[in-house]
């Protein structure tokens, strides 16, 4: 059975600084592993797809990597804003039909 | 453009009573999907729609949960008999088709509370 696992749960950082977010996965047989962004009472908004054949994937400021082989992907946020402040799920599609399989998200804070 | 809604964006009802959320999804989209979302959680998924008819309801809890899309585009997600843990956020998502390079675009919810 997948099991997705985001770490930290939680995270406060000043503004300006990089940070990287965890996501490990126990089934490397994924066809692809997304980032999502979720603001309080909102939807989620896609950040980041990466197909199992790829390696990273970059819009802007983020970038997320994948190593299917050991299981991990992280998020990489530069030169945060408040404006990141909210909660990032990482998500994995076991094949091509399966259902997305979301871990529980780690809620970031920007400090201005 | 618009996106994915979902109606009611709250609803509150008393344990044992029935309840409808509805989802509108892109026009155009094929695929659709509802997760549940609880506190602190990330969604899970209970039910994807392919056109009309429901290609995977694994996660579906119980029989008290249904989903219907009659016509291929809006759908409702029907609970019976609610009880106090069907409580959470239920999500719907859609795309323009389900494959793995296929973005979800996801709508801002339904909180249900059961009381």
């Known amino acids: 059975k997948q099991e997705v696992t985001q770490i930290p749960a939680a995270l406060s950082v000043p503004e300006g600084e990089n940070l990287v977010l965890n996501c490990s996965f126990t089934?490397?047989?994924?066809?692809?592993l997304q980032w999502f962004r979720q603001d309080p009472g909102k939807g989620l908004t896609s950040l980041l797809l990466?197909?199992?054949?790829?390696r990273e994937q970059t819009s802007g400021r983020l970038n997320a990597s994948l190593d299917k082989s050991s299981g991990r992907s992280t998020l990489y946020i530069a030169a945060s804003q408040p404006g990141d402040s909210a909660t990032y799920l990482c998500a994995v599609m076991r094949n091509r039909d399966d259902k997305i399989i979301f871990g529980k998200g780690t809620r970031l804070h920007i400090l201005p | 453009g618009a996106g994915v809604s979902q109606t009611p964006s709250n609803k509150v009802t008393e344990k044992g009573k029935y309840v409808e959320l509805r989802c509108d999804p892109i026009s155009g989209h094929t695929a659709l999907y509802w997760y549940r979302q609880s506190l602190g959680q990330g969604p899970e998924f209970l039910i994807y729609?392919?056109?009309?008819?429901?290609?995977?309801d694994s996660g579906l809890p119980n029989d008290r949960f249904f989903a219907v899309r009659p016509e291929g585009s809006v759908s409702t997600l029907k609970i019976q008999r609610t009880e106090r843990g069907d409580s959470a956020v239920y999500l719907c998502a859609s795309s323009p088709r389900r494959d793995a390079g296929s973005v979800q675009y996801f709508g801002p919810g339904t909180r249900l509370t059961v009381l």
């Open positions: 729609f392919q056109g009309t008819g429901a290609a995977d």
């Open positions: 990466i197909q199992s054949s790829q």
């Open positions: 089934d490397s047989a994924i066809y692809n």
